[in-house]
């Protein structure tokens, strides 16, 4: 799921294009797109085909998100500034983490295991 964080300083907004491209650049298209929103509609049950008419008419093509020419090394640092986006990545135990989330998907009480 994605926020801009509008208003606040540390968000990404009016640059929110530009920095998922930056976040997004060398991702695979199929997971570009679950990044941005499959995950969310899949873990909350949205039906998209039920959107589609509405994405068709309003939402961002994958090529305005993904790609297209550099952004430029001062907006970077502009953003890096506003909210340590150079910062190092986050790195977690899978083996650890993901049946966690699993059960969070499915509903199931994490303490009823």
């Keep these: 799921?994605?926020?801009t964080d509008y208003p606040h300083a540390?968000?990404?907004?009016?640059?929110?294009?530009?920095?998922?491209r930056i976040a997004l650049d060398g991702v695979p298209e199929p997971e570009a797109r679950k990044l941005l929103?499959?995950?969310a509609a899949r873990m909350y049950g949205i039906d998209l085909q039920s959107l589609t008419a509405h994405v068709e008419r309003v939402g961002p093509e994958y090529s305005d998100?993904?790609?297209?020419?550099?952004?430029s090394s001062a907006l970077?640092?502009?953003?890096?500034?506003?909210?340590?986006f150079l910062g190092h990545p986050v790195h977690y135990e899978s083996d650890a983490l993901d049946p966690?989330?699993?059960?969070?998907e499915?509903?199931?009480?994490?303490?009823?295991?």
């Design 37 to 39: 929103g499959e995950n």
């Design 65 to 71: 998100l993904c790609g297209g020419p550099p952004v």
């Design 100 to 104: 966690l989330i699993e059960a969070d």
């Design 10 to 20: 540390e968000g990404t907004w009016p640059n929110t294009r530009d920095w998922i």
């Design 106 to 113: 499915s509903g199931i009480a994490l303490g009823a295991r």
């Design 76 to 84: 970077i640092t502009n953003l890096h500034w506003r909210s340590g």
């Design 1 to 3: 799921m994605f926020g």
